[in-house]
T-cell receptor
Framework: DAGITQSPRHKVTETGTPVTLRCHQTENHRYMYWYRQDPGHGLRLIHYSYGVKDTDKGEVSDGYSVSRSKTEDFLLTLESATSSQTSVYFC??????????FGPGTRLTVL | GENVEQHPSTLSVQEGDSAVIKCTYSDSASNYFPWYKQELGKGPQLIIDIRSNVGEKKDQRIAVTLNKTAKHFSLHITETQPEDSAVYFCAASQDSGYSTLTFGKGTMLLVSP
């Protein structure tokens, strides 16, 4: 998975609790992305980063925030999880805004 | 913004047959078109890509064709094998600045022995 790890790999939480997912890379790539994958919707971009402390919103950013304090780590936070945020979350990295390489994913269930 | 349509949503073939998956895009400024393969329980894996200055690209049993005028591109898999069974995604973007990939909704390919 191109030097990308995601943690945790599985998480079950309750509605209203905060959740943070971590993406860690060892490739020193500039760009990092968070996607969610849901049946019938494919992959949808939540947020992305084009450098340390430089982030921008994607297609489905409501209810999510991100932070990138160092090149290798990109955190996705659900401030108050809802059942609609039950999904599989993928992190991706790229050196250019084209060839993206994906991590193994985190399966999140919000009860 | 960009919109990518992918067809079919499911495709069943016999081992040894060819499989073709088609995508259309809406933004004429898009110039980068990757294809990803996702096996069950794993992240998508980039298998081939094409840029708009090229009409076709091949890598062993897989090939991608691009028709910029019609704004569509296709993935061709020849001599399919059971291990080709997976979900395939197409995507489109501009190769510049802060552009991002827009994905199709995926095609589930099932290759029967």
């Amino acid at each position: 998975d191109a030097g990308i790890t995601q943690s945790p790999r599985h998480k079950v939480t309750e509605t209203g609790t905060p959740v943070t997912l971590r993406c860690h890379q060892t490739e020193n790539h500039r760009y990092m992305y968070w996607y969610r994958q849901d049946p019938g919707h494919g992959l949808r971009l939540i947020h992305y980063s084009y450098g340390v402390k430089d982030t921008d919103k994607g297609e489905v950013s409501d209810g999510y925030s991100v932070s990138r304090s160092k090149t290798e780590d990109f955190l996705l936070t659900l401030e108050s999880a809802t059942s609609s945020q039950t999904s599989v979350y993928f992190c991706a990295i790229s050196e250019r805004p084209t060839e993206q390489f994906f991590g193994p994913g985190t399966r999140l269930t919000v009860l | 913004g960009e919109n990518v349509e992918q067809h079919p949503s499911t495709l069943s073939v016999q081992e040894g047959d060819s499989a073709v998956i088609k995508c259309t895009y809406s933004d004429s400024a898009s110039n980068y078109f990757p294809w990803y393969k996702q096996e069950l329980g794993k992240g998508p894996q980039l298998i081939i890509d094409i840029r708009s200055n090229v009409g076709e690209k091949k890598d062993q049993r897989i090939a991608v064709t691009l028709n910029k005028t019609a704004k569509h591109f296709s993935l061709h898999i020849t001599e399919t094998q059971p291990e080709d069974s997976a979900v395939y995604f197409c995507a489109a973007s501009q190769d510049s600045g802060y552009s991002t990939l827009t994905f199709g909704k995926g095609t589930m390919l099932l290759v029967s022995p």
